[in-house]
């Protein structure tokens, strides 16, 4: 896990709302406190869908942010920023089986719980922490080595200014 401290706020924000950096990540949770405390579960209601559209979704257990963001920034939007905030992004699988394959790490894919991106707003400072949730024990390190530097690059690119804490 690393921890990163975001130098600009505001421009994260736009990347956040505005912009289409994060919206291919899937939305595993998000939550927010104002006057009153709103959680959001990013995992998929099956049941809610038609066949058609379960069809479309196929492979898909959680919302991405592109289909929730603007849900949340309209809850956020107002004279007062929220007192804290957090969302937590996940790497698809598929992209997660990419990565372990394509850098050769000793892992099974079907072992991965999920590659999180964690982002926390509170008292005006961001920060974000990367995590690696796996079904088995393992000392072996490689891809949480290889997300938390994915994560730091992918910002840097970004043009996200992102100092390790």
């Known amino acids: 896990m690393v921890a990163l401290q975001i130098e600009d706020v505001k421009q994260f924000m736009l990347h956040l709302f505005s912009k289409a950096t994060f919206d291919a990540f899937w ?9 009153t405390a709103y959680v959001i579960d990013g995992k998929l209601n099956m049941e809610f869908f038609d066949q058609d559209e379960k069809e479309i979704l196929e492979g898909r257990t959680y919302a991405l942010w592109k289909e929730q963001k603007q849900i949340v920034f ?8 929220p007192e804290t905030m957090q969302l937590v992004f996940m790497l698809s699988p598929s992209n997660t089986e990419k990565m372990i394959l394509q850098n050769n790490l000793p ?11 964690n982002i926390y707003f509170k008292q005006g400072k961001l920060s974000c922490t990367t995590g690696v949730s796996l079904k088995t024990f393992t000392l072996e390190k490689g891809l949480d080595y290889l997300w938390e530097d994915m994560v730091q690059k992918y910002l840097k690119q970004k043009g996200i200014e992102a100092v390790v804490e």
């Open 74 to 81: 309209s809850m956020i939007r107002g004279h007062k920023t």
């Open 27 to 35: 939305l595993y949770e998000v939550k927010v406190k104002m006057a």
């Open 107 to 117: 892992i099974n894919p079907s072992d991965v719980r999920g590659l999180f991106f």
